[in-house]
DNA sequence: CGTATGACGCATT
DNA sequence: TAATGCGCCATAC
């Protein structure tokens, strides 16, 4: 763990219940431009019983495709979709609709991020 | 120190 | 819509 993966993981608690971002959404909201990558190593490394007493949401990150980035029928895969399920984001396969899902933070958002 | 590998993204075909 | 290729960068070896 380091300062860019807590950064990050600030970010992802931002995201709201029902919505989704994207890994390079979130890389460049927190201040990590070009970093999508970087995102999926810090949600790798996110501590399981939370951070400093808050979940981070980590299965509300997809792709920019709008897809869930494990495998297919893996059991990361059944359990991120299942938690999405479970806060009524639609997921068709592998797939979620960005254009309805997608997380659009409004400016008092991206000023509270950038407090962290 | 070079190489390979990822929970990625974008442009091109 | 799907498949490639290339850029990206932290890690592992």
Redesign the pocket.
């Given at each position: 763990?380091?300062s860019?993966?807590i950064k990050i993981w600030q970010t992802v608690q931002a995201i709201p219940l029902g919505k989704v971002a994207?890994?390079?959404?979130?890389?460049d909201l927190a201040g990590?431009p070009?970093?999508?990558?970087?995102?999926?190593?810090a949600?790798?490394?996110?501590p399981k019983n939370g951070w400093r007493g808050a979940k981070v949401p980590?299965?509300r990150?997809?792709?920019?495709?709008g897809?869930?980035?494990?495998?297919p029928g893996s059991e990361?895969f059944n359990r991120?979709r299942d938690l999405l399920q479970d806060e009524q984001v639609v997921v068709i396969g592998a797939?979620i609709k960005l254009p309805t899902f997608q997380w659009q933070p409004d400016l008092a958002e991206l000023l509270f991020i950038l407090e962290g």
């Open positions: 763990m380091n860019k993966h994207c890994y390079g959404q979130v890389a990590l070009g970093r999508a990558r970087l995102v999926g190593k949600l790798g490394a996110v980590w299965y990150v997809v792709n920019s495709q897809k869930i980035s494990f495998a990361h991120q797939r």
